[in-house]
């Protein structure tokens, strides 16, 4: 089958993929929760926001689970230096999600305005939070990370949860909150009528223009700022097993644009992000809701394109011990097990889109305040 | 050296998020098939009552899930927040199970479960039956998973150690698949899940009985609950794991600690009943024993001994003697003597090496410990027996009470008189909390029993955790505390009040509620 260099490569293609599949579904419920105080006055107009997403978030979610059950299978040592050194953050989006399954389920199971209330914060938080950590964990991959590993490869980090809220991160932080915020903007422009949609319409508007320029800061940042990427000056056979602490990283990398200049084409990427917000802004313009989901799924995809190809071939860089930096082909699993890995994602794979898009078929429509009043007691 | 306190308070709060997460999930493995079930006799009978039936114990399902799927995250969280070095050390193993659970069965389940409760009218009835029978065998396909990662923890076949990477690595992924501890692992602790859910529906179908209410809705439910329940208990009775305690040292161990089985006595053994087991002295006290039942049940055999207590640790030092003699040699490997006689003498003795490492505990070199450290060490490797003794009896009992209730009930729901036999009814009611007893304390049996190890053999627990502060453990520990405590009062209030409420609280027009008065909740 597959060479060990070319199951590596492979491996971080999947691992992006799992996580755009993440930002592309769970996105949009994640951004119309967020935005559910603004778009949704009334309790039913609440309920529209939650019954456009309600056959839908669980199995969005799973992108998520998936992605980390992926790190921990075909990266193990990010699995283990990340989880452990973002200990707080990590548990931060840990504890914001705990809110969304049981929030989604038990808010309309009561006629309570309290009650309903307080999930409805709960949703709107529990939204808030992941997507906003999400960006500045990204953030922070760019500025190097204060862990390192001793020699039986333990991990150590040398840093606090408050160390991660710098301005780049918050930055960084923006960019996604608005990003997929503005998701879920254009998902309940689709899926919603009358005041909801309209407002959701003003708030797509609002999102794009956040993200393209907190998008662009960030790149002007890169490029003009102080930051400096990583690169490796020597490192042994990258199609054999390696450990991460026999390789020599320099931090002569200038805002991390090297990749950028050494192969240009990649440059797709951040103009994809600029072009798919500009067409989520144009489309929500025009009020054509499909067309602004386009943009902003486009967005979606040049955005993690852009960090992923940046970063390349480091995946989680260290600011602590250079060396102990993890990359492609030193933090990851054995040949065997990217190798069965990679017959498991082939085979199920497809299978997941195919079913997941039926059940996006069967569940289309336009959902509006008189489907819920008509079906008060089985929709959420 | 990692501090005792972050082991400790990491151990503490997997185990009370393991336990908590296993509060919900043995109920959507048994619910989830009833409700296809349920929802098959509709099929094929086409009468409303049974769509009734799937949804009103569809809502309960829900209410259960969403914390199924909440406690879940933190199960995957933790790994790698608490559990890094072990994360690290056999991720190359044990991620493959959980990437793939991803994959082959969350997505199917959770895909499903939204077209479950919202599909109703957009789906054809052989659509929405087939998407409850995905839902079914997602949460199975799942556990299957789930029991795979686990079932190498106990029984760590088909990989081996690489110094070069520092870690395990998979050699033999048929041998994971197949590892005899996962397979009895898996069968057992599903068919554990469908008697909870059976005697979830039996319960409170007995209540509505004992109420006279509702009382087709709920004899169709009893006699579905009964049948399937029955049929469950005694998969997970006559397939009790008990088998896959002869693979594995640490199996064994386990096996002899369940049993208080001190001295190697010759097949086959006696069981011992019930006891005083008395871990200073190694002997128990006031024990009442059954002649030959152990060797039969343990070995299913009448000639293979069950290696007593005393003997095991005997060996297990032997291990350690060993174990000292592969960590010095892989210290040599990695300051760069890799020669082929270093090389082979490594590969000689490394499947010790994980009992070496047990001296971690109390002296960093390994090769250099105390006889008194040694000693120290291979006692540690026999976890608590009096609390393995009696869980284990207390799983059992509970286990063979609700084979008595399941059999009575299928009985008189045979002979349709289950509602002229209140005893009946509220012998079922009232036995609800048995079927969590007994999965809470098979689990404490399962995993203390493992100790010292996260992984047999390989790996011990208090090398496993992570480089954090105590500070941060007790910090997520209490906050976790916080959160389920919150989450299980809101839970049970839903979930006692539509229980009590009943098919009413599907609103349509049939029930008891809203006949005799206005529908409200």
């Known amino acids: 089958m597959f060479d060990y260099e070319m199951l590596k490569l492979i491996w971080w293609v999947l691992v992006g993929v799992l996580l755009i599949g993440f930002a592309l579904t769970d996105g949009f419920d994640l951004g119309a929760a967020a935005l559910l105080p603004i778009v949704g006055k009334t309790d039913d107009e609440r309920r529209v926001v939650i019954n456009t997403i309600a056959p839908h978030w669980d199995g969005n979610q799973v992108w998520l689970i998936t992605a980390g059950g992926a790190l921990f299978a075909a990266w193990p040592l990010v699995y283990a230096a990340a989880f452990s050194g973002l200990y707080w953050a990590l548990l931060l989006v840990l504890f914001a999600l705990f809110v969304r399954p049981v929030g989604f389920d038990y808010r309309s199971k009561l006629d309570n305005t309290r009650w309903r209330q307080s999930w409805d914060w709960g949703l709107f938080v529990g939204a808030l939070i992941p997507s906003v950590v999400f960006g500045v964990a990204f953030g922070n991959l760019f500025l190097g990370l204060p862990f390192g590993f001793d020699d039986t490869l333990r991990s150590s980090y040398q840093g606090s949860f408050w160390q991660l809220l710098s301005p780049f991160a918050l930055l960084a932080g923006v960019v996604s909150l608005s990003m997929l915020m503005l998701h879920g903007g254009t998902w309940l422009m689709m899926r919603s009528e009358g005041a909801i949609a309209a407002r959701s319409q003003r708030a797509a508007q609002v999102c794009a223009l956040v993200f393209l320029a907190a998008f662009i800061g960030c790149g002007v940042w890169l490029w003009q700022g102080d930051i400096v990427g990583l690169h490796i000056s020597q490192i042994g056979a990258v199609d054999s097993a390696l450990n991460p602490l026999n390789k020599t990283v320099l931090a002569d990398n200038p805002g991390w644009l090297a990749n950028y200049q050494l192969y240009p084409h990649t440059k797709w990427a951040p103009m994809l992000g600029i072009l798919g917000a500009a067409l989520a802004f144009a489309a929500a313009t025009a009020g054509r809701g499909g067309f602004a989901f386009a943009g902003s799924s486009l967005a979606i995809v040049g955005t993690l394109c852009t960090a992923g190809f940046a970063l390349f071939p480091f995946v989680m860089p260290s600011s602590l011990d250079l060396a102990s930096s993890l990359t492609v082909w030193d933090a990851v699993s054995s040949h065997k097990t990217l190798g069965i890995m990679l017959v498991a994602a082939c085979i199920f794979v497809p299978l997941i889109l195919l079913y997941t898009l039926w059940s996006y078929a069967k569940m289309w429509g336009k959902v509006s305040t008189a489907h819920i009043q008509n079906n008060s007691h089985s929709l959420y | ?521």
């Not at chain 2, 909440?70 to 690290?88: D, I, K, P, R, V």
């Not at chain 2, 209410?213 to 469950?232: E, M, N, P, T, V």
């Open chain 2, 1 to 521: 050296m990692i501090s005792e306190a972050v082991v400790d308070l990491s151990r503490l709060q997997f185990a009370m998020t393991a336990m908590y997460h296993f509060l919900f999930v043995p109920l959507t493995l048994g619910l989830a098939f009833l409700l296809a079930i349920m929802e098959s006799v509709y099929v094929m009978t086409g009468k409303q009552v049974y769509q009734d039936m799937v949804k009103f114990w569809g809502k309960l399902f829900g209410i259960n899930f969403a914390l199924g799927v909440t406690t879940g995250l933190t199960m995957e969280f933790q790994f790698g927040t608490n559990w890094a070095y072990y994360s690290h050390y056999v991720g190359d193993i044990f991620g493959a199970p959980l990437a793939i659970e991803g994959l082959m069965a969350f997505f199917l389940e959770s895909t499903f479960i939204g077209l479950f409760f919202f599909g109703w009218e957009r789906l054809s009835k052989l659509q929405h039956l087939a998407v409850t029978w995905l839902v079914a065998i997602g949460s199975n396909m799942s556990a299957l998973w789930i029991l795979i990662a686990n079932g190498w923890m106990q029984n760590p076949v088909g990989a081996e150690f690489n110094y070069q990477t520092m870690r395990m690595e998979l050699t033999d992924f048929g041998a994971l698949l197949f590892n005899p501890v996962a397979q009895v692992k898996f069968v057992h602790t599903v068919a554990a899940g469908y008697v909870t859910g059976a005697i979830f529906v039996l319960a409170i179908s007995s209540y509505y009985l004992l109420k006279k209410r509702d009382q087709g809705f709920a004899r169709r439910s009893f006699a579905i609950a009964s049948a399937f329940g029955l049929a469950s208990i005694l998969s997970v009775i006559v397939l009790g794991d008990e088998s896959g305690y002869e693979v594995g040292d640490v199996q064994k161990t386990k096996l002899a600690a369940i049993e208080a089985e001190w001295d190697t006595h010759p097949a086959p053994a006696a069981f011992t009943l019930i006891g005083w087991p008395n871990q200073e002295e190694q002997r128990t006290d006031y024990a009442v024993k059954i002649p030959y039942v152990l060797g039969l049940i343990a070995t299913r055999s009448i000639d293979k001994e069950v290696t007593g207590i005393k003997d095991l640790l005997v060996q297990h030092e032997a291990r350690i003697r060993t174990g000292m003699q592969a960590y010095g040699l892989l210290e040599q490997l990695r300051a760069g003597d890799t020669s082929d006689a270093t090389r082979a003498a490594f590969e000689a003795v490394k499947q010790d090496l994980g009992y070496g490492l047990l001296l971690k505990k109390y002296t960093a070199n390994v090769v250099d410990p105390t006889e008194a450290q040694i000693q120290q060490a291979a006692l540690d490797t026999i976890p608590n027996v009096f609390s393995l003794f009696w869980s284990f009896r207390a799983m059992v009992g509970a286990g063979f009470l609700m084979l008595a209730l399941f059999a009575c009930a299928f009985w008189a729901s045979a002979r349709k008189n289950e509602e002229r036999k209140p005893w009946l009814l509220k012998w079922a009611l009232f036995s609800l909390p048995l079927p969590w007893i007994a999965a809470q304390t098979g689990w404490y049996v399962a995993e203390h029993g493992r100790q010292p190890w996260s992984i047999a053999e390989v790996l011990p627990t208090h090398l496993s955790a992570s480089s954090v502060s105590s500070a941060d453990v007790w910090g997520s520990l209490l906050a976790l505390i916080a959160f389920y405590s919150v989450l299980l009062v809101i839970e049970m209030y839903l979930m006692i009040r539509f229980a009590r409420l009943g098919p009413s609280s599907l609103h349509t027009g049939r029930y008891h509620f809203e006949q005799a008065q206005p529908a409200h909740a």
